[in-house]
């Protein structure tokens, strides 16, 4: 599998421009599923260059249409993520308190019903927490796209780590 399916339904959606990243448009970017492990065809598909949450959830909408076809959609992100911060946790034994009310407020955000997803995901990053526990945006935008990329389909809470940040 190359890039051009995952842009294709990305180009024809209203996102905005999406160019395929440098790479991935090289059948070398894809796992070959005769040589890798997983036996599958896996493709990365990069962020937009902002923190603009709404074009990021409605990525995740252009790419839904995907798993109709069989295509298993993965992202990544992270609740916290304030390296800043980091230096003052090192001697700490519990997190700092942004770290747990913004975990909790994520999951709440993901787990509400679909129909509200989108307007919880958006106030999200209108609390006072939200810069605190993300400085820049860009580790929390793949959630976006994971909220948008589930469309019907009921969000749950999944583990949590332990750490102080």
Excluded: W
């Excluded at 842009?7 to 970017?29: F, H, I, Q």
Aim: a neutral charge.
């Amino acid at each position: 599998m190359r890039c051009g399916r995952p842009s294709s339904a990305v180009s024809t959606s209203n996102v905005g421009k999406y160019t395929c990243p440098k790479g991935t448009d090289e059948p070398s970017a894809a796992f070959d599923p005769g040589d890798n492990p997983l036996n599958v065809p896996v493709v990365q598909v990069s962020l937009f260059d902002s923190e603009d949450h709404n074009q990021h959830y409605r990525l995740g909408q252009a790419v839904t249409a995907l798993r109709e076809e069989g295509i298993q959609i993965i992202v990544s992100g992270i609740a916290v993520h304030n390296l800043r911060d980091l230096r003052f946790t090192l001697d700490r034994s519990s997190p700092m308190p942004y770290t747990t009310s913004f975990d909790e407020a994520l999951r709440d955000a993901v787990t509400v019903a679909p129909a509200q997803r989108e307007v919880a995901m958006t106030a999200l990053l209108k609390r006072a927490d939200a810069r605190q526990a993300h400085p820049e945006f860009d580790h929390l935008c793949p959630i976006f796209v994971g909220a948008g990329a589930a469309d019907r389909i009921s969000g749950r809470g999944c583990g949590r780590s332990k750490r102080a940040v």
